[in-house]
């Protein structure tokens, strides 16, 4: 079982940077692979970020160079550091865990509540 919570989301304008973080409550943290989502308004739910256990990272084109995706396993914490923020880029960002390293939201068993993230113009 994972609990997660996330923060750190809000309102920045156009060019901005915000950084997320995603709190973990689990025992052998590092085994499972983590990942942020994204859900804009009428968008279906997207992968923007994962990253294996020992903290290989890999990205959706859209952010690449843009968002940067770390772990903290002795803190059990995952986090998104996101720049170069673009109206685009407005949506509830959540973060999930897995024992399967996909891009796919249904491979991800646990789920955040999320945290809004609004990017505006």
């Known amino acids: 079982q994972v609990h997660l919570v996330e923060s750190g989301g809000g309102s920045v304008q156009a060019g901005g940077s915000l950084r997320l973080s995603c709190a973990a409550t689990?025992?052998?943290?590092?085994?499972?692979?983590m990942a942020w989502f994204r859900q804009g308004p009428g968008k279906e739910r997207e992968g923007v970020a994962r990253?294996?256990?020992?903290?290989?990272?890999n990205y959706a084109d859209s952010v690449k160079g843009r968002f940067t995706v770390s772990r903290d396993n002795a803190k059990k914490t995952l986090y998104l550091e996101m720049s170069s923020l673009r109206p685009g880029d407005t949506a509830m960002y959540y973060c999930a865990a897995s024992r399967t390293y996909s891009w796919v939201p249904e491979r991800y068993p646990y789920w955040g509540q999320g945290t809004q993230v609004t990017v505006s113009s």
């Open positions: 990253v294996d256990g020992p903290g290989l990272p």
């Open positions: 689990t025992d052998a943290y590092e085994s499972y692979y």
